[in-house]
């Protein structure tokens, strides 16, 4: 039992570590626009540091960065609805796991595939 479950822990441990990658790569974005967002608001509105450096800061910047990484996630999805209605992107059956094909002239090529990285699934890419 215990080695069946490894196993299947080990296929599925590839696809959870680039969602992951996917969501921290996010969340590190939105952490480097809020802290140049501190930074400005330091200098030219010259608010003391202290004021950053709060429990009640830290706090209000997790939630932002939490609200960051789902609206990211949503901008992502909705552009991939969209491609599969304008069928620039389409699943294809390969095996066990489903892919998606996303094709190169595609305009919102960059958002959905974000969101085929943040849901786990393979990408392939035509043309036409």
Same mark, same amino acid.
């Given at each position: 039992?215990?080695? &069946? /479950?490894?196993? &299947?822990?080990?296929?599925?441990?590839?696809? *959870?570590?680039?969602?992951?990658?996917? $969501?921290?790569?996010?969340?590190?974005?939105?952490?480097? +626009?809020?802290?140049?967002? +501190?930074?400005?608001?330091?200098?030219? %509105?010259?608010?003391?540091?202290?004021? %950053?450096?709060?429990?009640? %800061? =830290? !706090? +209000?910047? +997790?939630?932002?960065?939490? =609200?960051?990484?789902?609206?990211?996630?949503?901008?992502? $999805?909705?552009?991939?609805?969209?491609?599969?209605?304008? #069928?620039?992107?389409?699943?294809?059956?390969? !095996? #066990?796991?489903?892919?998606? &094909?996303?094709?190169?002239? =595609?305009? *919102?090529?960059?958002?959905?595939?974000? $969101?085929?990285?943040?849901? !786990?699934?393979?990408? /392939?890419?035509?043309?036409?």
């Amino acid at each position: 039992m215990l080695i &069946s /479950d490894a196993r &299947s822990l080990e296929k599925r441990l590839p696809r *959870l570590l680039r969602v992951l990658r996917a $969501h921290i790569r996010i969340a590190c974005l939105a952490a480097m +626009v809020l802290q140049m967002t +501190v930074l400005v608001a330091m200098i030219l %509105f010259r608010i003391p540091e202290e004021r %950053f450096t709060s429990n009640n %800061f =830290c !706090g +209000v910047a +997790v939630l932002l960065l939490i =609200c960051a990484v789902a609206a990211v996630r949503q901008a992502a $999805h909705v552009a991939f609805n969209a491609a599969l209605e304008r #069928n620039d992107a389409m699943f294809t059956a390969d !095996g #066990n796991s489903p892919a998606v &094909s996303i094709s190169a002239a =595609c305009p *919102l090529r960059a958002l959905v595939v974000l $969101h085929v990285q943040l849901t !786990g699934l393979r990408r /392939d890419t035509f043309c036409r």
